[in-house]
């Protein structure tokens, strides 16, 4: 079953890339692409350097743990991934802000979506890590249908422009946000550990 569910993973993932560039090459022009492109590469240049490979370490760390032992390595890994994306995040921002790459309001909407886009990541590596493959394959499937759907009313409301693809994104994101949480309520745990 897991092996059958694992399948459509990659399925999911190239249809989501695919039809997100189908519909992006045609409502935007060649330079608001480009744009997109730049801002959509920031994003997961961050979220791979600051990654620090913690979603392939919770598949060693938290199997055959009971469950209270793996909710407090979860809550540990969320803070050190937290703090590493937003401190690299920080370095980029200047760099992209002193070189006039993007507006500040453009570094605002790539914050929000590097917030939301954490915890859907981390969530999404948990799923895998707690063998929760039917939860992953549903989220990530919610997570691509949402972002090309509120990519395409963005582009539409703002007559085809980078605001309008980058407010979608970021809005998508944080749907997909409240659903990760909701997928993984037994295992997010909100008291304070020490």
Not at 54 to 79: C, E, F, H, M, T
Not at 159 to 184: C, P, Q, R, T
Request: overall charge neutral; hydrophobic content about 55%.
């Amino acid at each position: 079953e897991h092996l059958s569910l694992s399948a459509i993973l990659p399925l999911i993932r190239f249809s989501y890339g695919f039809g997100l560039a189908a519909l992006l090459s045609k409502q935007l022009s060649v330079e608001t692409y480009g744009s997109w492109s730049l801002f959509i590469s920031m994003i997961g240049l961050v979220l791979t350097f600051a990654s620090l490979n913690l979603g392939y370490a919770s598949n060693v760390l938290l199997p055959g743990k009971d469950i209270q032992q793996q909710k407090r390595d979860i809550y540990s890994i969320s803070i050190t991934k937290a703090c590493a994306t937003i401190t690299l995040f920080l370095g980029f921002a200047c760099y992209l802000w002193f070189n006039n790459v993007f507006p500040t309001s453009i570094l605002g909407l790539m914050f929000a979506a590097l917030t939301f886009k954490i915890v859907n990541d981390l969530c999404f590596g948990l799923c895998r890590a707690l063998l929760l493959i039917g939860r992953q394959v549903l989220f990530l499937f919610v997570e691509s249908a949402l972002i090309i759907i509120a990519i395409l009313v963005g582009c539409y409301y703002f007559d085809g422009g980078l605001d309008g693809a980058i407010n979608g994104f970021v809005i998508a994101e944080l749907l997909s946000m409240i659903l990760a949480v909701y997928l993984l309520k037994d295992y997010l745990e909100y008291s304070r550990f020490d």
